[in-house]
């Protein structure tokens, strides 16, 4: 019995023994941990903080992207009434102008003699026409197959009228037509 008494004592003693350096190794563990805890606490509020500011700029970008939205879309309607003022000024600039084409055409020709004449015996007229303007569309090429047109800007819209209106019969057979001007 004695000697299992003792036998018991020394399991007794090295059990303590093995679990006076256990607790030493979970102390150790402990010092070892703490510092990772604190570093991992530290991290999770950067990441919070950083997640907060990134929402912030979310917001942001998006109240800026609206803003841009709204903006082009303002210079796109702007875009849109100039280009529509350009048109129409154009249009208007045109309105007295007439296109004839076909009238057979020869290089450094006085453009609005040629029309004037061609008018008279065309439409047979007891007065002369009067242009603000008459010239030839384009630049003067010899090897073009077609005359190029001629645009006649009429100083009176009645006169305009007069040979628009009567172009059909009067122009009837022959290989000229007219048309009005138009912007593209």
Avoid: C
């Amino acid at each position: 019995m004695e000697s299992r008494a003792k036998k018991l004592d020394n399991d007794v003693k090295s059990v303590k023994s093995d679990f006076k350096n256990l607790e030493t190794n979970v102390s150790s563990l402990g010092e070892v941990f703490d510092p990772v805890k604190e570093t991992a606490e530290a991290n999770r509020t950067v990441i919070n903080k950083n997640r907060k500011s990134l929402e912030q700029y979310r917001q942001e970008q998006q109240l800026s992207e609206n803003i841009i939205a709204d903006k082009m879309k303002r210079m796109e309607n702007s875009n849109e009434k100039l280009q529509n003022s350009v048109t129409d000024l154009k249009a208007r600039s045109m309105r007295d102008n007439l296109v004839f084409s076909g009238i057979p055409e020869q290089r450094g020709e006085d453009t609005e003699a040629l029309l004037q004449d061609f008018l008279q015996k065309k439409y047979k007229l007891e007065y002369e026409i009067s242009f603000e303007r008459v010239h030839r569309m384009g630049r003067w090429n010899e090897f073009n197959e077609h005359p190029r047109n001629i645009v006649a800007k009429f100083t009176y819209y009645m006169d305009r009228e007069f040979i628009r209106t009567h172009a059909a019969q009067k122009l009837k057979g022959s290989n000229v037509w007219l048309n009005e001007q138009y912007p593209p």
